[in-house]
């Protein structure tokens, strides 16, 4: 039978590793990647300890799947950082790490997994970003945040335009606040403001997630291109 691969990127933790279980449970083969150590185990994950904003590693890891046996190849964008902090009290560093590794380097995957599939003969593959409700809702304390997913979603609609010859579609889902070890910092009062400004006043599930990302990846949804899927409603 068909044998479809999926790359995730940031699979050590949060959604990523969630997403990767869960993917391996619908009979995917998942590449997982994260600069620490694999945190998932199972016959049909493979593991490159790779940081992202090296841009070099990032051409290696793709190379690397060249060699993979497999009618189909997915992308999802995962990995990503955030900060909770007034921009005053942001220096540029902390921004550059941040762009780096939540618009640089999902761009960068981009590339590379465009590069992959013509390499090897592929016509048609997904290409799922994450952004946040950040951008949308210009929530205060993330700038640097929502500057780099804004990134994002432009270069999700521009990709969903160039990459459409080679019949792959560019997508991406602005996730709300999701309890993981990446907003586990924010405060209990602030979570409920974020509550508050959602169309649908309950936290976003992982189930939430894993449907909208399916959704984009069904081999029945290639029409689809160039979209940001706002959870929980844009409000």
Same mark, same amino acid.
């Given at each position: ?6 790359? #995730? ?46 841009? *070099? ?48 380097? *999902? #761009? ?15 016509? @048609?593959?997904? #290409? ?12 205060? @304390?993330?700038?640097?945040? *929502? ?7 432009? *270069? ?80």
């Amino acid at each position: 039978s068909a044998m479809r691969t999926v790359v #995730i990127t940031g699979t050590s933790s949060g959604i990523g590793r969630k997403l990767a279980l869960h993917l391996l449970s619908e009979k995917w083969q998942v590449i997982g990647c994260s600069r620490r150590a694999a945190k998932v185990d199972h016959p049909n994950y493979t593991h490159s300890s790779v940081d992202l904003t090296d841009e *070099a590693a990032v051409g290696d890891m793709f190379r690397d799947i060249v060699a993979y046996e497999t009618d189909r190849i997915a992308l999802i964008n995962n990995a990503g950082m955030a900060n909770m902090n007034h921009f005053l009290l942001s220096p540029r560093k902390t921004g550059e790490k941040m762009m780096c590794l939540n618009s640089l380097a *999902a #761009i960068d995957c981009m590339r590379h997994y465009a590069k992959l599939l013509l390499k090897k003969g592929i016509s @048609g593959g997904r #290409i799922v970003n994450f952004s946040s409700v950040a951008t949308l809702r210009a929530i205060e @304390g993330q700038l640097w945040y *929502a500057a780099s997913k804004s990134a994002l979603e432009s *270069a999700t609609q521009v990709a969903s335009k160039e990459l459409s010859s080679i019949n792959v579609t560019v997508n991406c889902i602005q996730i709300p606040y999701f309890r993981s070890p990446m907003s586990g910092s924010i405060g209990k009062d602030r979570v409920e403001k974020m509550l508050e400004n959602q169309v649908i006043k309950r936290p976003c599930t992982f189930e939430d997630i894993a449907n909208a990302v399916e959704f984009f990846l069904s081999a029945r949804s290639d029409f689809v291109t160039g979209e940001l899927l706002c959870l929980g409603g844009k409000g």
